[in-house]
Every structure is written in structure tokens, then in C-alpha cells.
């Protein structure tokens, strides 16, 4: 008996499919011992996949309006995993800066395992690794993003969406050259091909770069976004499947802060260390975007930190001014 028959059989049972629950008894065979063992352990899957996603979301919200003055707030929320999306932003093979692709490398492994749990629950996986469609064409996983119905957005989903100063100030930092903090800086260009390789594309996961992700969205009725990827203060809030155009269209996106980084050079204004710059660009987004979580949320243990981020930890926005 195939093993899509019987998670089907599975699925009918919890939603109560009275025809599909008698044809799946009249295909037992006469000795079912082996194969109910089976169906406990797919059964028991499917029931972890039912169980709600238990997330803290962290904002910060002002505290006086017209003062810089921000309070800390964190919101317990249970997130379906068949209304939820994992977006991963251009985590690249490569990137043009050499110590950008240290730290893609350093965190995939962690967002590999991160990304295996939520696929297990139930979550949709999109993997979005701009302008490396082509390596991508007629796969599995391409054809899935190119196959969903095409919607009309809320509001245009073009291929970057900039910053505008309407609904944020500018960023804390500046990344006008690019934000290498390499010293010799590297020299630009875009020699990615494909995703890093450490992160798995399994059955059923997507693969874009661009409003297909929002399609497959509304296709599932999803409603929730976790992002992780790279970088924050680009791609992660300028793609057409990132924050800034996910919170555009309604949806209800999050920040995994552990799991991404910004282009940074420490060199330029503020003049902190890359972390900590780092740190200052995710508190804008919790501040004028959207809320934050971590990975340890997902699997435990302890939030991801990068071998050179060795100051303690930048918990609050006043911590740097």
C-alpha cells in the first residue's frame, strides 16, 4: 500500500472524510499488524504537525510620541504551520564580499535544521535566492512557484521596494558603499549561481525570487511569514517575498534575528562594531516593520550568535546611541 494512501487515509480520518475512511478500510490487508504499526508513527507525525507553532514576537514601541524613547514588548501568539511561510532571503552560494559569505556559511547549518522542523510541522518553505533562477529552471521546487495561480496583490509588488520615508526614517547605519568591513573592502559584483548547498530543498518546498512567492501564499490561504536570509538592511526589507512588501500586502511577517545579517562596514556612521550595527538595523524593523523571534524558539537551546560576535548582548535600542 503506498505511503501517500495512507497519510491520505490519515488526513480523512482527523477531517472526517466518511468515504475515504471506508475505502482505506476495505484496502487493509487481512494481517494489518505491520502496517498499523506504520500508521501510529504517521499518525503520531501528522498530530505534531497539527500543534500550533508557540512563538514570542518582539517589537519595540515608543513609548512617547516625538521622543526616541522605546519600551521592549514581547507577544506569545500561536501560529498555525499550514497558515505559515518560512521565506529564505538570498542566502547565496557566494557573495561578492568575502566576510558576507563567511557569515552565510557560519549560519546555514543552524538554519538548515531550523527550517527541516518547520517543514516537518507543516510549514511551507520558500527558498528565494535572487537571480539564480536559472540554475533552478525545471526543477521540482521552481515549477511549484511558477504553477500557483497569479493574484492581484493589495498593492504593486514591484522587483525592490526602497525606502521612502513615509513609514520609517531613515537606517541607523550607513551601507552607501556597499557595507563591506573587510579591510581591504572587496570589490563588488555578483558571482552567486545557486543557494548555499548546506541549505536542503526538499519535496514540496519553493523555489522564486520574485511575486510567485505571494501567489503560493494566497493559493494555501497563508497569512503568516517568518523570514531568515540575508541582509537586513537590503534584500531582507526590499524583495518583492520580503518584509516591507509582505507587511504591504496584510500579512502578518516576522524577523528570525538570529538568523540573518546586514552589510555593514564598521568604518562608517555610527561607527560601532558590526554587530552591533547589526543589532541596530533589527531594531528598526521591530520598531517601524514588524516583530522579531529566534531559532532556539523552534528547536531550543540557545539563540544563534556568530563566533566573533563576542560583546554581550544588546538587548534593548537605548543600549546604543
Known amino acids: 500500500m503506498p505511503v501517500s494512501f495512507i497519510s491520505n487515509g490519515l488526513r480523512a480520518y482527523f477531517r472526517g472524510d466518511l468515504r475515504f475512511r471506508l475505502s482505506f478500510h476495505a484496502s487493509l490487508p487481512t494481517r494489518p499488524l505491520p502496517l498499523l504499526c506504520a500508521l501510529l508513527v504517521l499518525g503520531g507525525s ?15 514601541q515608543q513609548t512617547k510620541p516625538g521622543l526616541d524613547q522605546w519600551a521592549t514588548v514581547e507577544t506569545p501568539v500561536q501560529w498555525a504551520p499550514a497558515g505559515t511561510a ?102 563588488a559584483g555578483a558571482p552567486w549561481r545557486r543557494q548555499i548547498a548546506t541549505l536542503e530543498i526538499q519535496a514540496g518546498d519553493a523555489i522564486t525570487d520574485n511575486a510567485e512567492a505571494y501567489n503560493l501564499m494566497r493559493q494555501r490561504a497563508i497569512t503568516n511569514v517568518i523570514v531568515m536570509g540575508v541582509h537586513q538592511n537590503m534584500c531582507i526589507l526590499g524583495r518583492p517575498f520580503a518584509i516591507r512588501q509582505m507587511v504591504c500586502q496584510g500579512q502578518q511577517v516576522v524577523l528570525m534575528r ?27 524593523i521591530e520598531k517601524y516593520w514588524c516583530p522579531t523571534i529566534t531559532s532556539d524558539q523552534i528547536i531550543g537551546g540557545q539563540p544563534f550568535r556568530f563566533a566573533a560576535d563576542t560583546r554581550p548582548p544588546r538587548l534593548l535600542h537605548n543600549d546604543v546611541k
Request: aromatic share 6%; net charge negative.
Open 86 to 187: 518560512v521565506v529564505i532571503c538570498d542566502m547565496w552560494d557566494k557573495h561578492w564580499c568575502r566576510g558576507a559569505t563567511a557569515r552565510v556559511a557560519e549560519m546555514a547549518g543552524r538554519m538548515n535544521q531550523v527550517v527541516t522542523e518547520l517543514r516537518q510541522r507543516g510549514v511551507l518553505i520558500i527558498h528565494c535566492p535572487s537571480e539564480t533562477m536559472p540554475f533552478y529552471e525545471g526543477t521540482p521546487g521552481r515549477k511549484l512557484a511558477q504553477a500557483a495561480p497569479r493574484v492581484s496583490p493589495k498593492v504593486a509588488l514591484p522587483g525592490w521596494c526602497r525606502l521612502e520615508g513615509v513609514k520609517e526614517p531613515p537606517l541607523p547605519i550607513d551601507d552607501a558603499d556597499g557595507g563591506c568591513d573587510d579591510q581591504p573592502p572587496c570589490q
Open 46 to 60: 501528522l498530530l505534531a504537525a497539527a500543534q500550533p507553532l508557540e512563538l514570542r514576537l518582539r517589537s519595540l
Open 258 to 284: 538570529d538568523l540573518t545579517d546586514s552589510m555593514y562596514n564598521s568604518r562608517r556612521q555610527p561607527c560601532v562594531d558590526h554587530f552591533t550595527g547589526n543589532d541596530l538595523v533589527t531594531w528598526h
